[in-house]
């Protein structure tokens, strides 16, 4: 069974800076893409970045320049770097991933639980 747990939510101040990690375990063979989303309270679930099994990365405009997606394919983890907090980035951030099992199997789509961004003074 695969699962996604992210860590590294919490509060910080206008500014601040925090690191999300989001860890893959289980049964895994190759992982393709993944990303990181988030969603606050009343509002749509938001793409903010993707990094490739290649690294190639996207970004949502909200995010380009403050945030920085990185992957370790050796450690089965996803990174999302964010720099410049401000209080509009409080959310639940949940990372994705999409992710083979074995050499004979397909990919699917997994998504851990999420973890809370609060940014505030």
């Known amino acids: 069974q695969v699962r996604l747990v992210e860590s590294g939510g919490g509060q910080v101040q206008p500014g601040g800076s925090l690191t999300l990690s989001c860890a893959a375990t289980?049964?895994?063979?190759?992982?393709?893409?993944m990303g990181w989303y988030r969603q606050a309270p009343g509002k749509a679930l938001e793409l903010l970045a993707g990094?490739?099994?290649?690294?190639?990365?996207d970004y949502a405009d909200s995010v380009k320049g403050r945030f920085t997606i990185s992957r370790d394919d050796a450690k089965n983890m996803v990174y999302l770097q964010m720099n410049n907090l401000q209080p509009e980035d409080t959310a639940v951030y949940s990372c994705?991933?999409?992710?083979?099992?074995?050499?004979?199997?397909?990919?699917?789509?997994?998504w851990g639980q999420g973890t809370q961004v609060t940014v505030s003074s």
């Open positions: 289980g049964t895994i063979f190759k992982i393709f893409g």
């Open positions: 990094v490739t099994r290649g690294g190639g990365t």
């Open positions: 994705t991933a999409d992710i083979q099992s074995n050499a004979a199997g397909g990919t699917n789509n997994y």
